[in-house]
């Protein structure tokens, strides 16, 4: 499967975000769909997951409560709505595709190129 990112920019801190990761192939409701995120200088991190039915989200605890992992299967996408951004939410994101629900990067094959966000005080 092929993934594409899309969404970021650049806004203020308090504003909001919607990425969106269109997949490829007529698979993309088998997999489970995850969100991570690399800020320059550290490690790639999660963000979020999402269950192949949409039914079951999993979020780092450094954005609950403030982003929300969503999918549409009919449209082989899948998104994350970013509300109340901060600066440390300044990233590259990128979408991935996996068999496992998990927060692990290594649980997922396919990744998306990335899409910059970057939130200024």
């Known amino acids: 499967v092929q993934l594409q990112a899309s969404g970021g920019g650049l806004v203020q801190a308090g504003d909001s975000l919607r990425l969106s990761c269109a997949a490829s192939?007529?698979?993309?409701?088998?997999?489970?769909m995850g969100w991570f995120r690399q800020a320059p200088g550290k490690e790639r991190e999660f963000v979020a997951a999402?269950?192949?039915?949409?039914?079951?989200?999993y979020y780092a605890d450094s954005v609950k409560g403030r982003f929300t992992i969503s999918r549409d299967n009919a449209k082989n996408t899948v998104y994350l709505q970013m509300n109340s951004l901060k600066p440390e939410d300044t990233a590259v994101y990128y979408c991935?595709?996996?068999?496992?629900?998990?927060?692990?990067?290594?649980?997922?094959?396919?990744w998306g190129q990335g899409t910059q966000v970057t939130v200024s005080s």
């Open positions: 192939g007529r698979t993309f409701r088998s997999y489970v």
């Open positions: 991935a595709a996996g068999q496992r629900y998990s927060g692990s990067s290594g649980a997922y094959d396919y």
């Open positions: 999402i269950n192949w039915s949409g039914f079951s989200t």
